[in-house]
């Protein structure tokens, strides 16, 4: 990998192994259910509005991040980025909880409706996929003061977290009427 620094190529098996590792995880993990080691869990049926809330803090944090960097505030730049990347792993363990201890819902709407909380779902689940080694490599960047290279990156990563963040407070919405129907 010609050109990177030292701390690029420390952290490049680690980006890499986690684009792989959390959405198999993940997937892997969706087909579990508590139950089935016996215990005698009660769907987590609170945590999707709180994720969704997640989702949507999270948007706001990041254009917020934005601001303070074309504001030239680094120091609060990247600590709202780092909140973000917190916050998205805060998400993701409280959505694999609650796919583990609940069978998942499915939209009960019709026409329109549905064909666009497919469409919103499908991208949001492909591109949250996608982001994993752009948020991460973003961040290494900026770690290795390379910042000409993060901002790079950071102009397709950010749209895309941004385009996640939002559609996950959409398909929530979208969802929220069937639960438990």
Request: charged letters at 10%; hydrophobic letters at 55%.
């Amino acid at each position: 990998m010609e050109g990177q620094s030292t701390i690029e190529k420390k952290y490049n098996f680690w980006i890499i192994a986690l684009s792989v590792i959390i959405p198999v995880a993940v997937a892997v993990l969706f087909t579990i259910k508590l139950s089935d080691f016996g215990l005698d869990v009660q769907p987590f049926y609170f945590l999707p509005p709180i994720y969704a809330g997640i989702n949507g803090v999270t948007a706001i944090l990041l254009v917020a991040a934005l601001w303070a960097i074309k504001n030239k505030n680094v120091k609060l730049h990247e600590n709202l980025m780092k909140t973000c990347i917190g916050l998205s792993l805060l998400f993701l363990v409280m959505y694999v909880a609650y796919h583990m201890s609940a069978d998942s819902t499915p939209y009960g709407g019709e026409g329109i409706g549905k064909l666009f909380y497919y469409f919103i779902l499908i991208t949001h689940v492909f591109l949250s996929i996608a982001v994993i080694p752009l948020v991460l490599v973003s961040y290494v960047r900026a770690l290795a003061q390379r910042f000409d290279k993060h901002r790079k990156i950071a102009k397709i990563t950010f749209p895309i977290w941004l385009y996640i963040a939002i559609t996950g407070v959409i398909v929530y919405v979208m969802i929220a009427p069937y639960y438990g129907s």
